[in-house]
């Protein structure tokens, strides 16, 4: 397969990229050719069954791990180690217990020698877009899941990164905190214009959020289908046009479960 | 009941035992006195300046020793609990001095030291610093990977990685190493005080044994206690309940 040359104008773009995780018990290919390319302000999803290397993509952008082969380009630029201009927000909050919310919001910030008063000062209006001003000074467990979730999105968001990588963010919280979350995740990509990718294995979450949605297939994970959802925003998730997408797209998701469940049973055979 | 009186009444009904065992002339009073005496004994030592120069003297040695302990704990546990290296060398022969009683260390320093202050500090820092140390590396070995990533994935390296995140992460393993360590420091002290140097709680207790004063010997080792317990009440349970309650490791306690 032929790609066209490389182009500013894409954001972000993976070309071949592959991952080999190697151990004592045996190798385990997580990626192979895999070929992903974002729009500037283009919300991207991708989904897949579990273990297709979602996670592994994230980090390889993130700059967290590297690619064993293939490119991966920012603005038609390689990218280098992790770096502020693309964060990573994890299924968990990972926020740190030993400040309060507003020196987790401003921690960032510190690594980029902002002043102090300045710091503080951004992480208290970050903490306004996520309407939670008024925990600034509260202690980390004193918040709630999807509270704490939102901390960590105002933390990445503090940075003005260009890219927003999400894992699963939502995947630990409930339906009704996770709608919440889908709507105020989508204000503020609307209001912001970063480019998000989001991982998940939730279909309707994807369609939900994604201006596209890319089906990853089991390991070594590849780009199986794609999906363009032009539906106008919000999308209640239980519209008939997204549940009749969803159908679409879980048919395709199914075969790719099913492989990899097969590939897992035989891992299980083999000693 | 309250858990202050719940002590007090233990301790009452403690020391009314000890009386009561006393009344039974089970043993002689040079063997075994009352409270009465002992408190007397204790009384006479305070006024006549022994014990508050013994107490003086013994919480000067050992503040020095144990400053000097965290010093050299502290940065020592930190390199070993990000280098492997150093843990599988440097590692390896701190776990293993750990197994040797610090008062091994007296016949050493005195050879090293002479009869000085420099040698009881010396055997009570070799009593503190190891027990800081691997407590301090296991904390930042421990440090959640995924607080690692969250702060790289965010710019943070080297220097503030290691001051931000590994540092805070690690200190409530820290904070236990350091009370094991004034624990380790405190009874390090007493021992190397009873078998040599002047002065210090150690020698009055010494002292006692030799005139043959048991009251004495009690009086000693009852203000020996409640040192040890009032620091263990006044600093490190503070300190450890606020790290607990800041770092959210148990309710609202």
Redesign the interface.
């Known amino acids: 397969m032929t790609l066209p040359p490389a182009s500013p104008a894409w954001k972000l773009e993976l070309r071949g990229v592959s991952k080999t995780f190697r151990s004592p018990h045996g190798d385990f290919p997580a990626l192979q050719g895999l070929d992903v390319r974002a729009a500037p302000g283009e919300f991207l999803c991708l989904l897949g069954p579990s273990g297709c290397g979602k996670t592994t993509t994230l980090n390889i952008i ?3 791990e590297q690619a064993d082969t293939g490119t991966v380009l920012m603005d038609g630029q390689p990218i280098g180690g ?3 201009d ?3 927000i ?1 299924q ?1 909050p ?1 926020l ?4 309060n919310v507003r020196d987790n919001v401003a ?2 910030l ?3 020698g902002m002043p102090r008063r300045q710091r503080q000062r951004t992480a208290e209006s970050q903490l306004e877009m996520v309407h939670l001003q008024e925990f600034a000074a509260a ?3 004193q918040l709630s899941g999807g509270m704490k979730q939102r901390v960590a999105l105002a ?2 968001l503090a ?1 003005n990164p260009q890219v927003l ?1 999400m894992d699963e963010p939502f995947a630990a919280l409930d339906a009704q905190t996770r709608e919440a979350l889908h709507l105020e995740l989508q204000s503020l990509w609307s209001a912001t214009g970063k480019t998000i990718v989001f991982v998940t294995h939730n279909v309707r979450e994807a369609l939900v959020l994604g201006d596209r949605v890319l089906l990853l297939s089991a390991r070594p994970g590849h780009v199986k289908s794609e999906f363009h959802c032009d539906l106008p925003r919000p999308r209640p998730m239980e519209s008939h046009t997204l549940v009749d997408m969803a159908q679409a797209v879980l048919a395709d998701l199914r075969s790719e479960v099913q492989a990899a469940q097969e590939e897992a049973r035989r891992e299980q055979h083999t000693p | 009941m309250s858990s202050t009186r719940l002590r007090l009444v233990f301790f009452a009904g403690l020391i009314l035992l000890w009386e009561g065992l006393v009344r039974l002339h089970i043993w002689p009073s040079y063997v075994f006195p009352s409270p009465l005496a002992v408190a007397r004994s204790l009384f006479d030592g305070i006024l006549s300046g022994m014990v508050p120069i013994a107490v003086l003297t013994s919480l000067r040695r050992v503040a020095l020793a144990y400053a000097g302990s965290l010093l050299i704990g502290i940065p020592l546990g930190l390199s070993l609990g990000r280098s492997r290296l150093l843990q599988d060398t440097l590692g390896t022969l701190v776990l293993g001095l750990q197994a040797l009683p610090s008062i091994c260390w007296l016949p050493l320093a005195l050879l090293w030291f002479g009869l000085s202050e420099t040698a009881i500090a010396f055997v009570v820092v070799m009593g503190a610093v190891l027990s800081i140390t691997l407590s301090t590396a296991d904390g930042v070995r421990n440090t959640p990977p995924l607080y690692l990533r969250a702060a790289r994935t965010m710019g943070a390296r080297g220097w503030r990685l290691y001051a931000g995140v590994i540092l805070p992460s690690a200190l409530p393993a820290i904070l236990s190493g350091m009370k094991l360590g004034w624990s380790f420091a405190w009874r390090s002290l007493m021992a190397a005080e009873l078998l040599y140097v002047s002065l210090g709680l150690g020698q009055v207790l010494t002292l006692g044994r030799e005139l043959n004063d048991m009251s004495r010997v009690l009086a000693v080792m009852l203000v020996i206690i409640s040192i040890g317990l009032l620091t263990d009440y006044a600093v490190f349970r503070p300190a450890e309940r606020r790290v607990r309650q800041r770092w959210g490791l148990q309710g609202n306690a």
């Open positions: 993130a700059g967290l992790p770096a502020p693309r964060v990573l994890f968990e990972a740190f217990p030993w400040l921690f960032g510190a690594a980029q202690s980390v467990h933390r990445a940075l990588l």
